[in-house]
């Protein structure tokens, strides 16, 4: 059974740059259809997509956001990554990343647990 | 930008029907999916391709989507229940969410 967990930073300072990682367990990150994809939700407040990546390498951005954040995949560790450049306090967030595709077609299936980032100087 | 549009709250007694609708422009003609999210957990999809339940997803979860509106519908609603529901769809090579709606059990 498949499994995500992020894992970075829960701390970063205004205008750098927010780095996430998300570890794929009990499945390789390259077989089936599926895409991976990054979510985020502020406190009390709803959920946002920010965007995803197929293991080709194609992604897909949210266009709020698109001028900002980069997704890579790295197969060889079953990971795939987010950047969020030049942050402010509307970054803080629980980020979520989440299998997408297969059987739930443009439907995301498996999350992980999420990881509180503040942004705060 | 496509939008989706949730009524905020919705109450509901013990063993009623609760129906949490999405609202968005021609949604009819696109897939609806819907997430369950509890306190201070993760989304959990109960319901894909519109109708579609997931496997370990009760069968008092039920949905369809024509039109405008896409409706996630609750048979038998249990105290379990009570959580913040997404509805969310694909548009224009975007994931979009809906605002949410919070299902309260009385």
């Known amino acids: 059974q498949v499994q995500l967990q992020e894992s970075g930073p829960g701390l970063v300072k205004p205008s750098q740059t927010l780095s996430l990682t998300c570890t794929v367990s009990g499945g390789s990150i390259s077989s089936g259809s599926y895409y991976w994809s990054w979510i985020r939700q502020p406190a009390g407040k709803g959920l946002e997509w920010i965007g995803r990546?197929?293991?080709?390498?194609?992604?897909n951005y949210n266009p709020s956001l698109k001028s900002r954040v980069t997704i890579s995949v790295d197969t060889s560790k079953n990971q795939f990554s987010l950047k969020l450049s030049s942050v402010t306090a509307a970054d803080t967030a629980v980020y979520y990343c989440?299998?997408?595709?297969?059987?739930?077609?443009?439907?995301?299936?498996?999350w992980g647990q999420g990881t509180t980032v503040t942004v705060s100087s | 930008s496509y939008e989706l549009t949730q009524p905020p709250s919705v109450s509901v007694s013990p063993g009623q029907t609760a129906s949490i609708t999405c609202s968005g422009d021609?949604?009819?003609?696109?897939?609806a999916c819907w997430y369950q999210q509890k306190a201070g957990q993760s989304p959990v999809l109960v319901i894909y391709?519109?109708?579609k339940r997931p496997s370990g997803i009760p069968e008092r979860f039920s949905g369809s989507n024509s039109g405008n509106t896409a409706t996630l519908t609750i048979s038998g609603t249990q105290a379990m229940d009570e959580a913040d529901y997404y509805c969310?769809?694909?548009?224009?090579?975007?994931?979009?969410f809906g605002t949410g709606t919070k299902v309260t059990v009385l």
């Open positions: 990546i197929y293991t080709s390498g194609s992604t």
């Open positions: 989440a299998r997408m595709g297969g059987i739930a077609d443009y439907a995301m299936d498996v």
């Open positions: 021609k949604l009819g003609d696109k897939y």
């Open positions: 391709q519109d109708s």
């Open positions: 969310q769809a694909w548009d224009s090579s975007t994931v979009v």
